[in-house]
């Protein structure tokens, strides 16, 4: 085929980036960096995610987890659930993996300048607001109070643990707890929903981005507005079984919504009507 007719990288076309480098971060996920064919890296806003794919075995949508105001690799954060993902975070550095996007509705930072910013996270959910944490840290003095609360299954499923030190340093108020742990856990033992009641921060003028399990979210949401905070000042992104990322399979839908489209970042006052409806 002349180069000419060979289709170009595009919202379907995707495009051949190269395992650069690869960081286990717990026993099932990974953190990868990944080049770009070109000069060229992958402008994002914090929240979006691209269709990646091993070869032969399957596109799925992974939130990028890298840093929005820094030029460079594209980063993902993979957990091992599958097929696709398993074969993702096998890939080793010089490994090309094929990647279409970035696609969806960021986290709206901006819009949020002079909140009290809560950013509430649950398991594998800390990967897609990194890039948030990282934008809100960059501009730190727009912004009230940053909280980070963060919950895991046990200490050893904790991600980004070192960095959790740097993000304090640079004006986080960082708040962990685990689920269950052994003796040795020093911090807070239960679920997420309980950190909001020990945070200090001002609720008719904070604001919430919040990812992790479905479940988890609707218990934090339901905690911060029993605490006063607004449902159209809080934020999460929804996961739903995703094929195109582009809005033409459905398969993503979510009521009237595509989350490929529409999210996966949403207001929660947008959502919540959805989400009574059970199995949608
Ligand atoms: C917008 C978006 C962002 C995401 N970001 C990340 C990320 O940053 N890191 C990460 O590790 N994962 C992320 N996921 C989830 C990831 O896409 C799924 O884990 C993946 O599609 C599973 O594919 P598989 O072939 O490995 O496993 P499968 O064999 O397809 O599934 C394994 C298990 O995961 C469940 N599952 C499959 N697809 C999804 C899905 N899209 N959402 C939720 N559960 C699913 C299945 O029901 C099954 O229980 C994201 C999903 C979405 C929609």
């Known amino acids: 085929m002349p180069a000419s007719a060979e289709a170009q990288p595009g919202p379907m076309v995707p495009a051949p980036f190269a395992v650069a480098s690869k960081r286990q971060e717990t026993a099932d996920t990974w953190t990868l960096e990944l080049s770009p064919p070109g000069e060229q890296g992958m402008n994002f806003a914090p929240g979006q995610f691209t269709m990646i794919s091993a070869f032969g075995a399957g596109e799925v949508p992974i939130s990028i987890s890298g840093d929005p105001g820094r030029a460079g690799p594209l ?147 339901g905690t911060l507005r029993q605490a006063g905070v607004d449902a159209g000042n809080v934020y999460g992104s929804m996961e739903r079984n995703m094929q195109c990322g582009i809005a033409h399979c459905g398969h993503c839908q979510l009521g009237p919504t595509l989350v490929c489209r529409d999210g996966p970042v949403y207001r929660w006052s947008e959502l919540e009507r959805w989400l009574r409806i059970r199995e949608l």
């Open 75 to 221: 980063v993902h954060t993979v957990r091992a659930v599958g097929l696709a993902t398993a074969a993702i975070c096998r890939a080793a550095p010089g490994e090309v993996l094929e990647v279409r996007g970035p696609f969806g509705r960021p986290w709206p930072v901006s819009e949020v300048e002079g909140s009290d910013v809560l950013v509430i996270a649950g398991g594998i959910g800390l990967a897609p607001l990194r890039p948030a944490i990282l934008a809100l840290l960059a501009r730190r003095e727009r912004y009230g109070r940053l909280l980070l609360l963060y919950g895991g299954r046990s200490p050893d499923q904790l991600l980004f643990t070192e960095e959790l030190e740097r993000w304090r340093s640079e004006g986080l108020e960082v708040a962990v707890s685990v689920d269950s742990a052994g003796p040795e856990w020093l911090g807070h033992v239960g679920v997420v929903p309980r950190l909001i009641a020990r945070a200090s921060f001002d609720p008719a003028r904070a604001a919430a981005f919040v990812c992790g399990p479905e479940v988890m979210m609707r218990f934090t949401v």
